[in-house]
Protein backbone atom coordinates (compact mmCIF):
# COMPACT_ATOMS: atom_id res chain seq x y z
CA UNK A 1 0.00 0.00 0.00
CA UNK A 2 2.72 2.55 0.75
CA UNK A 3 4.47 1.73 -2.42
CA UNK A 4 1.50 2.24 -4.37
CA UNK A 5 0.68 5.38 -2.32
CA UNK A 6 4.00 6.60 -3.10
CA UNK A 7 3.72 5.80 -6.46
CA UNK A 8 0.88 7.90 -7.19
CA UNK A 9 2.04 10.44 -5.15
CA UNK A 10 4.86 10.90 -7.33
CA UNK A 11 2.99 10.55 -10.26
CA UNK A 12 0.96 13.65 -9.66
CA UNK A 13 3.32 15.61 -8.51
CA UNK A 14 5.06 15.05 -11.78
CA UNK A 15 1.98 15.84 -13.38
CA UNK A 16 1.91 19.05 -11.66
CA UNK A 17 5.20 19.92 -12.94
CA UNK A 18 4.51 19.33 -16.38
CA UNK A 19 1.35 21.36 -16.17
CA UNK A 20 3.69 24.24 -14.34
CA UNK A 21 6.63 24.02 -17.19
CA UNK A 22 4.88 23.40 -20.13
CA UNK A 23 5.81 19.48 -20.57
CA UNK A 24 3.01 17.00 -21.27
CA UNK A 25 2.82 13.84 -19.66
CA UNK A 26 1.78 10.09 -22.28
CA UNK A 27 -0.29 7.35 -21.45
CA UNK A 28 3.01 5.41 -20.10
CA UNK A 29 3.99 8.31 -17.86
CA UNK A 30 6.68 9.65 -19.86
CA UNK A 31 6.83 13.42 -19.65
CA UNK A 32 7.75 15.21 -22.75
CA UNK A 33 7.52 19.12 -24.48
CA UNK A 34 4.21 20.15 -25.38
CA UNK A 35 3.58 20.12 -29.15
CA UNK A 36 3.31 23.45 -30.42
CA UNK A 37 -0.68 22.80 -31.79
CA UNK A 38 -1.94 22.30 -27.92
CA UNK A 39 -3.06 25.59 -26.26
CA UNK A 40 -2.31 26.48 -22.65
CA UNK A 41 -5.34 25.68 -20.26
CA UNK A 42 -7.26 29.11 -19.57
CA UNK A 43 -7.44 30.04 -16.42
CA UNK A 44 -9.77 32.75 -14.88
CA UNK A 45 -8.73 36.07 -13.59
CA UNK A 46 -9.82 35.43 -10.18
CA UNK A 47 -7.64 31.92 -10.06
CA UNK A 48 -4.51 31.56 -7.79
CA UNK A 49 -1.45 31.68 -9.63
CA UNK A 50 0.27 28.37 -8.64
CA UNK A 51 3.44 30.83 -7.36
CA UNK A 52 2.54 33.00 -5.08
CA UNK A 53 3.98 36.53 -5.66
CA UNK A 54 6.65 37.28 -3.55
CA UNK A 55 5.26 41.36 -1.69
CA UNK A 56 7.10 44.53 -2.74
CA UNK A 57 8.69 45.69 0.38
CA UNK A 58 7.64 49.27 1.68
CA UNK A 59 10.24 52.33 0.08
CA UNK A 60 12.40 53.41 3.26
CA UNK A 61 11.09 55.88 5.58
CA UNK A 62 11.94 59.32 5.36
CA UNK A 63 11.40 62.16 7.73
CA UNK A 64 11.10 65.02 4.75
CA UNK A 65 7.90 63.01 3.47
CA UNK A 66 6.78 60.74 6.52
CA UNK A 67 3.21 62.48 7.11
CA UNK A 68 2.81 63.59 3.56
CA UNK A 69 0.59 61.57 1.05
CA UNK A 70 2.50 59.80 -1.42
CA UNK A 71 2.49 61.89 -5.29
CA UNK A 72 0.85 60.33 -7.92
CA UNK A 73 2.55 58.84 -10.94
CA UNK A 74 2.48 60.94 -14.46
CA UNK A 75 -0.30 59.75 -16.90
CA UNK A 76 -0.90 60.32 -20.26
CA UNK A 77 -3.98 62.09 -19.26
CA UNK A 78 -2.37 64.39 -16.67
CA UNK A 79 1.25 65.20 -17.16
CA UNK A 80 1.14 66.58 -13.22
CA UNK A 81 -0.75 64.05 -11.69
CA UNK A 82 -4.09 65.91 -11.79
CA UNK A 83 -7.71 64.73 -11.77
CA UNK A 84 -8.66 62.41 -15.36
CA UNK A 85 -10.90 63.93 -17.44
CA UNK A 86 -14.30 62.43 -18.03
CA UNK A 87 -15.11 60.96 -21.07
CA UNK A 88 -19.14 60.43 -21.13
CA UNK A 89 -20.02 56.37 -22.29
CA UNK A 90 -22.89 56.71 -25.21
CA UNK A 91 -26.53 56.32 -24.21
CA UNK A 92 -27.53 52.74 -24.64
CA UNK A 93 -29.84 51.82 -28.00
CA UNK A 94 -32.27 50.40 -25.42
CA UNK A 95 -33.13 53.48 -23.45
CA UNK A 96 -34.24 55.27 -27.09
CA UNK A 97 -36.46 52.68 -27.74
CA UNK A 98 -40.11 53.08 -27.64
CA UNK A 99 -40.40 49.55 -26.05
CA UNK A 100 -43.86 50.60 -24.24
CA UNK A 101 -46.03 52.12 -26.95
CA UNK A 102 -44.46 48.54 -29.50
CA UNK A 103 -46.30 46.86 -26.70
CA UNK A 104 -49.45 48.57 -26.85
CA UNK A 105 -49.51 48.47 -30.64
CA UNK A 106 -49.05 44.55 -29.99
CA UNK A 107 -51.59 44.29 -27.73
CA UNK A 108 -54.44 46.58 -30.02
CA UNK A 109 -53.69 44.53 -32.88
CA UNK A 110 -53.75 41.00 -30.77
CA UNK A 111 -57.55 42.22 -29.43
CA UNK A 112 -58.37 43.37 -33.32
CA UNK A 113 -57.47 39.42 -34.41
CA UNK A 114 -59.79 38.15 -31.85
CA UNK A 115 -62.69 40.65 -33.06
CA UNK A 116 -62.29 39.71 -36.44
CA UNK A 117 -62.30 36.14 -35.94
CA UNK A 118 -65.05 36.21 -33.38
CA UNK A 119 -66.97 37.90 -36.18
CA UNK A 120 -66.01 35.43 -39.14
CA UNK A 121 -67.03 32.92 -36.40
CA UNK A 122 -70.43 34.52 -35.99
CA UNK A 123 -71.18 34.95 -39.54
CA UNK A 124 -70.47 31.18 -40.13
CA UNK A 125 -72.29 29.91 -37.32
CA UNK A 126 -75.90 29.48 -37.84
CA UNK A 127 -78.46 30.45 -34.38
CA UNK A 128 -81.60 29.57 -34.32
CA UNK A 129 -84.16 32.24 -36.03
CA UNK A 130 -85.76 33.52 -32.93
CA UNK A 131 -82.31 34.06 -31.09
CA UNK A 132 -81.18 35.77 -34.46
CA UNK A 133 -83.77 37.99 -34.49
CA UNK A 134 -83.51 38.91 -30.58
CA UNK A 135 -79.85 39.43 -31.34
CA UNK A 136 -80.70 41.70 -34.58
CA UNK A 137 -83.14 44.28 -32.32
CA UNK A 138 -80.33 44.41 -29.88
CA UNK A 139 -77.85 45.35 -31.93
CA UNK A 140 -80.27 47.95 -33.01
CA UNK A 141 -80.77 49.24 -29.34
CA UNK A 142 -77.97 49.72 -29.34
CA UNK A 143 -77.40 51.73 -32.30
CA UNK A 144 -79.81 53.82 -31.64
CA UNK A 145 -79.34 54.80 -27.49
CA UNK A 146 -75.42 55.18 -28.92
CA UNK A 147 -76.87 57.82 -31.53
CA UNK A 148 -79.31 59.52 -28.24
CA UNK A 149 -76.08 60.27 -26.69
CA UNK A 150 -74.27 61.03 -29.04
CA UNK A 151 -76.99 63.63 -30.18
CA UNK A 152 -77.75 64.76 -26.39
CA UNK A 153 -73.66 65.33 -26.13
CA UNK A 154 -73.72 67.45 -29.09
CA UNK A 155 -76.65 69.69 -27.69
CA UNK A 156 -75.29 69.69 -24.52
CA UNK A 157 -71.62 70.73 -25.63
CA UNK A 158 -74.03 73.63 -27.83
CA UNK A 159 -76.33 75.09 -25.32
CA UNK A 160 -72.95 75.51 -22.71
CA UNK A 161 -71.63 77.47 -25.47
CA UNK A 162 -74.12 79.65 -26.24
CA UNK A 163 -75.19 80.10 -22.69
CA UNK A 164 -74.07 83.32 -20.85
CA UNK A 165 -73.08 83.16 -17.26
CA UNK A 166 -75.74 84.15 -15.04
CA UNK A 167 -74.86 85.08 -11.19
CA UNK A 168 -77.09 83.63 -8.88
CA UNK A 169 -78.30 86.07 -5.83
CA UNK A 170 -76.36 86.15 -2.99
CA UNK A 171 -78.13 83.94 -0.03
CA UNK A 172 -79.74 86.09 2.98
CA UNK A 173 -78.21 84.44 5.58
CA UNK A 174 -74.94 85.69 4.10
CA UNK A 175 -76.49 89.70 4.58
CA UNK A 176 -77.97 88.55 8.38
CA UNK A 177 -76.04 89.28 11.02
CA UNK A 178 -75.97 85.94 12.40
CA UNK A 179 -72.66 86.53 14.78
CA UNK A 180 -74.12 89.22 16.54
CA UNK A 181 -77.20 87.35 17.01
CA UNK A 182 -75.48 84.15 18.48
CA UNK A 183 -73.68 86.39 20.82
CA UNK A 184 -76.78 87.57 21.81
CA UNK A 185 -78.08 84.17 22.63
CA UNK A 186 -75.01 83.20 24.29
CA UNK A 187 -74.85 86.23 26.93
CA UNK A 188 -78.81 85.45 27.38
CA UNK A 189 -77.64 81.51 27.84
CA UNK A 190 -74.91 82.20 30.00
CA UNK A 191 -77.20 84.35 31.97
CA UNK A 192 -80.07 81.57 32.27
CA UNK A 193 -77.58 79.11 33.73
CA UNK A 194 -76.18 81.62 35.99
CA UNK A 195 -79.62 82.13 37.32
CA UNK A 196 -80.50 78.57 37.86
CA UNK A 197 -77.47 78.04 39.66
CA UNK A 198 -78.39 80.69 42.08
CA UNK A 199 -82.28 79.44 42.31
CA UNK A 200 -80.28 75.28 42.95
CA UNK A 201 -78.13 77.36 45.21
CA UNK A 202 -80.53 79.04 47.03
CA UNK A 203 -82.94 75.77 47.63
CA UNK A 204 -79.95 73.07 48.27
CA UNK A 205 -79.14 73.23 51.85
CA UNK A 206 -76.04 71.44 53.23
CA UNK A 207 -76.15 69.43 56.78
CA UNK A 208 -76.52 71.93 59.82
CA UNK A 209 -72.68 72.61 60.97
CA UNK A 210 -71.26 72.34 57.56
CA UNK A 211 -74.31 75.11 56.61
CA UNK A 212 -73.16 77.13 59.38
CA UNK A 213 -69.65 76.94 58.37
CA UNK A 214 -70.65 78.08 54.78
CA UNK A 215 -72.52 80.54 55.74
CA UNK A 216 -69.45 82.24 57.61
CA UNK A 217 -67.48 81.64 55.01
CA UNK A 218 -69.57 83.47 52.35
CA UNK A 219 -70.08 86.35 55.32
CA UNK A 220 -66.56 86.94 55.79
CA UNK A 221 -65.87 87.37 51.98
CA UNK A 222 -68.46 89.56 51.35
CA UNK A 223 -67.19 91.82 54.37
CA UNK A 224 -63.72 91.67 52.77
CA UNK A 225 -64.92 92.50 49.57
CA UNK A 226 -66.74 95.21 50.97
CA UNK A 227 -63.72 96.59 52.61
CA UNK A 228 -61.40 96.66 49.68
CA UNK A 229 -64.35 98.10 47.60
CA UNK A 230 -64.23 100.90 50.44
CA UNK A 231 -60.47 101.61 50.39
CA UNK A 232 -60.84 101.54 46.41
CA UNK A 233 -62.87 104.12 46.55
CA UNK A 234 -60.89 106.11 49.03
CA UNK A 235 -58.00 105.70 47.23
CA UNK A 236 -58.54 106.23 43.75
CA UNK A 237 -57.60 109.81 43.93
CA UNK A 238 -53.86 109.00 45.54
CA UNK A 239 -52.51 108.91 42.28
CA UNK A 240 -49.06 109.89 43.71
CA UNK A 241 -46.59 107.17 43.54
CA UNK A 242 -43.21 107.74 44.86
CA UNK A 243 -39.77 107.38 42.27
CA UNK A 244 -37.27 105.25 44.35
CA UNK A 245 -34.13 104.55 42.67
CA UNK A 246 -32.73 100.95 43.44
CA UNK A 247 -28.72 101.17 45.16
CA UNK A 248 -26.89 99.40 42.59
CA UNK A 249 -24.77 96.43 43.75
CA UNK A 250 -21.51 97.79 43.72
CA UNK A 251 -22.83 100.25 46.04
CA UNK A 252 -25.10 98.52 48.68
CA UNK A 253 -22.92 98.60 51.46
CA UNK A 254 -20.34 101.49 52.11
CA UNK A 255 -16.29 100.88 51.46
CA UNK A 256 -15.54 101.05 55.20
CA UNK A 257 -18.18 98.73 56.34
CA UNK A 258 -17.56 96.01 58.90
CA UNK A 259 -20.09 93.54 60.39
CA UNK A 260 -20.86 93.46 64.20
CA UNK A 261 -19.37 90.56 66.01
CA UNK A 262 -22.21 88.08 67.27
CA UNK A 263 -22.98 88.91 70.80
CA UNK A 264 -22.07 86.02 72.99
CA UNK A 265 -24.59 83.60 74.77
CA UNK A 266 -25.76 84.21 78.16
CA UNK A 267 -24.05 82.16 80.69
CA UNK A 268 -26.30 79.24 81.58
CA UNK A 269 -28.35 79.29 85.01
CA UNK A 270 -29.64 76.46 86.92
CA UNK A 271 -33.36 75.97 87.25
CA UNK A 272 -34.22 74.97 90.63
CA UNK A 273 -38.09 73.19 91.18
CA UNK A 274 -40.17 74.73 94.04
CA UNK A 275 -41.76 71.27 94.22
CA UNK A 276 -40.35 70.32 97.66
CA UNK A 277 -42.03 74.12 98.97
CA UNK A 278 -45.59 73.30 97.06
CA UNK A 279 -45.55 69.53 97.50
CA UNK A 280 -44.01 68.87 100.93
CA UNK A 281 -44.05 71.97 103.33
CA UNK A 282 -42.95 69.51 106.50
CA UNK A 283 -39.65 69.70 104.75
CA UNK A 284 -38.98 65.97 104.20
CA UNK A 285 -37.82 66.10 100.51
CA UNK A 286 -40.06 62.58 98.99
CA UNK A 287 -41.78 63.25 96.03
CA UNK A 288 -44.58 62.98 95.98
CA UNK A 289 -45.12 63.69 99.82
CA UNK A 290 -47.57 61.14 101.36
CA UNK A 291 -50.22 62.90 102.08
CA UNK A 292 -50.00 64.16 98.86
CA UNK A 293 -50.15 60.50 97.30
CA UNK A 294 -53.00 59.43 99.64
CA UNK A 295 -54.94 62.56 98.35
CA UNK A 296 -54.77 61.57 94.78
CA UNK A 297 -55.50 58.25 95.67
CA UNK A 298 -58.51 59.43 97.15
CA UNK A 299 -59.74 61.58 94.57
CA UNK A 300 -59.43 58.72 91.73
CA UNK A 301 -61.35 56.54 93.65
CA UNK A 302 -64.20 58.96 94.12
CA UNK A 303 -63.67 59.66 90.22
CA UNK A 304 -64.28 56.08 89.41
CA UNK A 305 -67.45 56.13 91.49
CA UNK A 306 -68.55 59.34 90.49
CA UNK A 307 -67.06 60.84 87.32
CA UNK A 308 -68.65 60.29 84.09
CA UNK A 309 -66.89 58.34 81.08
CA UNK A 310 -65.92 60.95 78.69
CA UNK A 311 -63.78 58.79 76.09
CA UNK A 312 -65.57 57.91 72.76
CA UNK A 313 -67.94 56.12 71.89
CA UNK A 314 -69.95 56.54 74.68
CA UNK A 315 -70.41 58.63 77.79
CA UNK A 316 -71.01 56.12 81.09
CA UNK A 317 -70.47 56.16 84.52
CA UNK A 318 -67.60 53.79 85.75
CA UNK A 319 -69.23 52.96 89.06
CA UNK A 320 -70.23 49.29 89.12
CA UNK A 321 -74.08 49.10 87.27
CA UNK A 322 -77.01 48.70 89.89
CA UNK A 323 -79.36 45.80 88.36
CA UNK A 324 -82.59 47.12 87.20
CA UNK A 325 -86.29 45.67 87.58
CA UNK A 326 -87.24 44.20 83.33
CA UNK A 327 -89.73 46.98 81.85
CA UNK A 328 -92.91 45.86 81.79
CA UNK A 329 -94.07 44.13 78.85
CA UNK A 330 -95.78 44.94 76.58
CA UNK A 331 -98.69 43.13 74.79
CA UNK A 332 -97.88 42.47 71.46
CA UNK A 333 -101.05 42.61 68.83
CA UNK A 334 -101.89 39.66 66.91
CA UNK A 335 -100.80 40.15 63.47
CA UNK A 336 -103.14 40.83 60.77
CA UNK A 337 -105.11 37.91 59.18
CA UNK A 338 -106.31 37.54 55.64
CA UNK A 339 -109.12 36.14 54.41
CA UNK A 340 -106.82 33.34 52.60
CA UNK A 341 -105.04 32.61 55.95
CA UNK A 342 -108.28 31.86 57.75
CA UNK A 343 -109.24 29.38 55.16
CA UNK A 344 -105.71 27.90 54.94
CA UNK A 345 -105.75 27.19 59.09
CA UNK A 346 -109.12 25.95 58.89
CA UNK A 347 -108.59 23.16 56.08
CA UNK A 348 -105.77 22.49 58.06
CA UNK A 349 -107.69 22.34 61.69
CA UNK A 350 -110.37 19.75 59.36
CA UNK A 351 -107.69 17.19 58.32
CA UNK A 352 -106.20 17.01 61.58
CA UNK A 353 -109.98 16.62 63.00
CA UNK A 354 -110.07 13.58 60.32
CA UNK A 355 -107.03 12.18 61.05
CA UNK A 356 -107.94 12.19 64.87
CA UNK A 357 -110.92 10.41 64.26
CA UNK A 358 -109.79 8.14 61.89
CA UNK A 359 -107.12 6.73 64.80
CA UNK A 360 -109.87 6.44 67.16
CA UNK A 361 -111.85 4.36 65.14
CA UNK A 362 -108.99 2.25 64.00
CA UNK A 363 -108.06 1.94 67.88
CA UNK A 364 -111.33 0.76 68.60
CA UNK A 365 -111.79 -1.67 66.26
CA UNK A 366 -108.48 -2.91 66.98
CA UNK A 367 -109.56 -3.70 70.57
CA UNK A 368 -113.11 -5.07 69.84
CA UNK A 369 -111.06 -7.76 67.58
CA UNK A 370 -108.80 -8.43 70.67
CA UNK A 371 -112.01 -9.17 73.05
CA UNK A 372 -113.61 -11.52 69.91
CA UNK A 373 -110.09 -13.33 69.95
CA UNK A 374 -109.96 -13.76 73.46
CA UNK A 375 -113.55 -15.13 74.04
CA UNK A 376 -113.09 -17.19 70.84
CA UNK A 377 -109.72 -19.19 73.02
CA UNK A 378 -111.88 -18.95 75.99
CA UNK A 379 -114.69 -20.97 74.48
CA UNK A 380 -112.04 -23.34 72.54
CA UNK A 381 -110.49 -24.35 75.80
CA UNK A 382 -113.37 -25.03 78.12
CA UNK A 383 -114.81 -27.13 74.82
CA UNK A 384 -111.38 -29.43 75.15
CA UNK A 385 -110.75 -29.20 78.54
CA UNK A 386 -107.52 -27.06 78.48
CA UNK A 387 -106.19 -25.53 81.08
CA UNK A 388 -106.25 -21.60 80.20
CA UNK A 389 -103.26 -19.61 80.55
CA UNK A 390 -103.67 -18.34 83.85
CA UNK A 391 -103.62 -21.86 85.27
CA UNK A 392 -100.52 -22.71 83.04
CA UNK A 393 -98.66 -19.51 84.68
CA UNK A 394 -100.00 -20.60 88.12
CA UNK A 395 -99.08 -24.55 87.56
CA UNK A 396 -95.79 -23.50 86.32
CA UNK A 397 -95.23 -21.23 89.68
CA UNK A 398 -96.03 -24.27 91.67
CA UNK A 399 -93.36 -26.58 90.19
CA UNK A 400 -90.56 -23.52 90.77
CA UNK A 401 -90.97 -23.18 93.96
CA UNK A 402 -91.30 -27.15 94.48
CA UNK A 403 -88.22 -27.70 92.67
CA UNK A 404 -86.53 -25.10 94.72
CA UNK A 405 -87.81 -26.75 98.05
CA UNK A 406 -86.15 -30.45 97.19
CA UNK A 407 -82.88 -30.92 97.46
CA UNK A 408 -80.60 -32.35 94.70
CA UNK A 409 -79.86 -35.89 95.40
CA UNK A 410 -75.96 -36.68 95.83
CA UNK A 411 -74.36 -38.86 93.13
CA UNK A 412 -73.00 -42.39 95.19
CA UNK A 413 -70.16 -43.97 93.58
CA UNK A 414 -69.51 -47.69 93.74
CA UNK A 415 -65.89 -49.42 93.12
CA UNK A 416 -66.01 -52.70 91.84
CA UNK A 417 -62.80 -54.76 91.63
CA UNK A 418 -62.16 -57.17 89.38
CA UNK A 419 -59.01 -59.56 89.87
CA UNK A 420 -58.34 -62.14 86.94
Known amino acids: RGGARGGLGSRSSSGELAAAGGMRESADGAVGPRPASAAAPLRSGSAPSLRPSTPK ?10 GLPLERPRTASGAEGGARTHVARPVPAAVKE ?25 GQSRLPPRMEERAREEEAK ?9 ASAAESEAASAAAAFRMR ?11 EQMQLEEAGRAERISREAARLARRSKLPPRMQEEAESRSRERRAREERER ?13 MIRPLPASTSKPAGFRPKPPKPPPPPQPFELLTDAIKDPGGKGTLPAPAEKERVLRDMARDELVLPERRWPYLSTRAPVQPKAPPPAVAVPPPPTTTSTELRRAALE ?18 RRREEAKEATKKVAGALDLPSARDK ?4 REEAAARRRIPPLEPTHTHTHTHT
Open 57 to 66: PPPPFSFSKG
Open 98 to 122: RRWQAMQERERQRKERLREQARVLK
Open 142 to 150: EREAAAQRA
Open 169 to 179: PIPAEVRMPMW
Open 230 to 242: IKADAEKDLTFTP
Open 350 to 367: MDKLKRQIEEERTAQAEA
Open 393 to 396: ARRE
